[in-house]
């Protein structure tokens, strides 16, 4: 059945089979395979979490972590499965969401074998102030360690070296983001996808990306 509930910053979604809707909170995405994991964007409102494996029951796990908390709506998937069942549109509609975004996750993820690790952690800021829509960040040097899947010792050295750049300020517990430009075109050197924003669940036509 549906139901609504809240979780607080720092929670994780269940790996329950059910589907998550922001209704006002941002979370962060990670796949994960075996022990490697990438960071592959940031869910809003419009978004749903848990798709993929609605349809594909082995595509990777996709952990999800609250950044900024409020309110979902959860969906049982078996409730999914009936409405589908009694509305083709409707089920059409969603198995094109759910492609369009696990296509998007997997480029993200491969194309993070592109990026050096400052790079990487230049987007992951870049797309981080996009979902939050805030230059002041309540994120951690762990953090971005555990959704970026490296050490917390190459995220500090990569933050001094965007400090160093003026592109931030990092503070205990909080990024300030100074350049925004500056940080973005550092991230896109290698950057693989187009900028180009797609229509979320509100529209069903396709996921709506970390970009505006």
Same mark, same amino acid.
């Given at each position: 059945?549906?139901?609504?509930?809240?979780?607080?910053?720092?929670?994780?979604?269940?790996?329950?089979?059910?589907?998550?809707?922001?209704?006002?909170?941002?979370?962060?995405?990670?796949?994960?395979?075996?022990?490697?994991?990438?960071?592959?964007?940031?869910?809003?409102?419009?978004?749903?979490?848990?798709?993929?494996?609605?349809?594909?029951?082995?595509?990777?796990?996709?952990?999800?972590?609250?950044?900024?908390?409020?309110?979902?709506?959860?969906?049982?998937?078996?409730?999914?499965?009936?409405?589908?069942?009694?509305?083709?549109?409707?089920?059409?509609?969603?198995?094109?969401?759910?492609?369009?975004?696990?296509?998007?996750?997997?480029?993200?993820?491969?194309?993070?074998?592109?990026?050096?690790?400052?790079?990487?952690?230049?987007?992951?800021?870049?797309?981080?102030?996009?979902?939050?829509?805030?230059?002041?960040?309540?994120?951690?040097?762990?953090?971005?360690?555990?959704?970026?899947?490296?050490?917390?010792?190459?995220?500090?050295?990569?933050?001094?070296?965007?400090?160093?750049?003026?592109?931030?300020?990092? =503070?205990?517990?909080?990024?300030?983001?100074?350049?925004?430009?500056?940080?973005?075109?550092?991230?896109?050197?290698?950057?693989?996808?187009?900028?180009? =924003?797609?229509?979320?669940?509100?529209?069903?036509?396709?996921?709506?990306?970390?970009?505006?």
């Amino acid at each position: 059945m549906a139901s609504r509930i809240h979780l607080s910053a720092g929670e994780r979604l269940h790996d329950d089979g059910a589907v998550y809707f922001p209704l006002d909170a941002v979370v962060a995405l990670v796949l994960s395979r075996d022990e490697a994991r990438f960071q592959i964007g940031f869910a809003r409102r419009g978004d749903a979490i848990g798709l993929p494996r609605l349809f594909v029951p082995d595509f990777p796990l996709v952990l999800a972590t609250v950044l900024r908390g409020g309110r979902f709506g959860r969906v049982n998937a078996g409730v999914l499965w009936r409405l589908m069942a009694a509305e083709p549109a409707f089920r059409d509609r969603l198995s094109s969401y759910t492609m369009h975004a696990m296509g998007r996750y997997l480029s993200e993820a491969a194309g993070a074998l592109a990026l050096s690790l400052e790079q990487r952690v230049a987007r992951w800021i870049t797309l981080c102030r996009r979902a939050l829509d805030d230059d002041s960040l309540p994120v951690t040097h762990d953090g971005i360690a555990a959704a970026l899947g490296v050490r917390r010792s190459g995220v500090t050295v990569a933050l001094h070296v965007l400090e160093g750049n003026r592109f931030i300020r990092s =503070r205990r517990g909080r990024i300030d983001v100074l350049d925004r430009e500056g940080l973005r075109a550092f991230s896109a050197t290698a950057a693989r996808t187009p900028g180009k =924003r797609q229509t979320g669940l509100d529209g069903l036509r396709g996921p709506r990306p970390d970009r505006r």
